[in-house]
């Protein structure tokens, strides 16, 4: 069935009939004829949309409009197709977060074309390390160790333990310096308390769920922070705290 052979209402009204929404209706009842349809920006979604829902299966007719959108593109392998499409590949192989996500959930493995390009981002290589390798990446670890958050997820993650050549740059961040203490090493990181030491709601997070207790060396930091004061001495003194002639209780 070609698109140019279904008349616009019926189409509309097939659309209707299984649920569309009306944002996407409008645009569909704007246009005036099925040529000025398959003008518009969101032609490659209603094709898309319309061979999920409506044919519930492929629609070659329209395959070609749907290849100029790597979005709808990986949409339709993985939703329609229900497996690689392999005239897709060159155009869902210019966006690396779709590149992750195709290996992910379509291939359902390593994609080793895609490689070099989630290798340009460390997010990204992160996250196909962890879903679609299921371990370590050596390639991409010297592009991970650049960004504190993707080293610490990748410690905590894939190594499942503390990776010693990422300590350094968490050091620089203490949101991930307070993480990796209590989820990778699970414990006091001595090294990172100068810097956790910085931040009344870090110091306070640490105190309560890596040291699990008073924290003498954070008071002075934490009574300067009128909520982290509060739940100071909710959540670990368990009793009042005068900081300032305030007195905090739980």
Not at 15 to 39: K, Q, V
Not at 102 to 109: E, S
Not at 145 to 152: G, P, S
């Amino acid at each position: 069935m070609k698109l140019t052979d279904l008349n616009l209402k019926e189409l509309i009204k097939h659309a209707e009939e299984h649920n569309a929404c009306e944002d996407g209706l409008n645009p569909l009842r704007s246009c005036s004829s099925i040529e000025e349809l398959l003008e518009h920006k969101k032609a490659p979604d209603y094709a898309y949309w319309y061979a999920y829902h409506v044919i519930k299966g492929r629609w070659v007719e329209v395959e070609p409009l749907i290849l100029t959108n790597p979005h709808y593109a990986y949409w339709y392998a993985r939703h329609v197709i229900k497996g690689r499409w392999y005239e897709a590949e060159p155009l869902i192989l210019t966006s690396v977060e779709l590149a992750y996500r195709y290996a992910y959930h379509v291939i359902k493995g390593r994609w080793v074309e895609a490689e070099p390009l989630i290798l340009t981002n460390a997010g990204w290589a992160y996250r196909y390390a962890f879903d679609v390798i299921e371990g370590r990446w050596y390639e991409a670890e010297p592009l991970i160790l650049t960004n504190a958050e993707w080293a610490y997820s990748y410690a905590c993650d894939v190594i499942e333990g503390r990776w010693y050549e990422a300590e350094p740059l968490i050091l620089t961040n203490p949101h991930y310096a307070y993480w990796y203490a209590r989820h990778v090493i699970e414990g006091r990181w001595y090294e990172a308390e100068p810097l956790i030491l910085t931040n009344a709601g870090w110091a306070y997070r640490y105190a309560r769920h890596v040291i699990k207790g008073r924290w003498a060396e954070a008071e002075p930091l934490i009574s300067t922070d009128e909520t982290y004061s509060y739940w100071y001495a909710c959540g670990i003194i368990k009793g009042p705290w005068e900081v300032n002639g305030v007195i905090y209780n739980r």
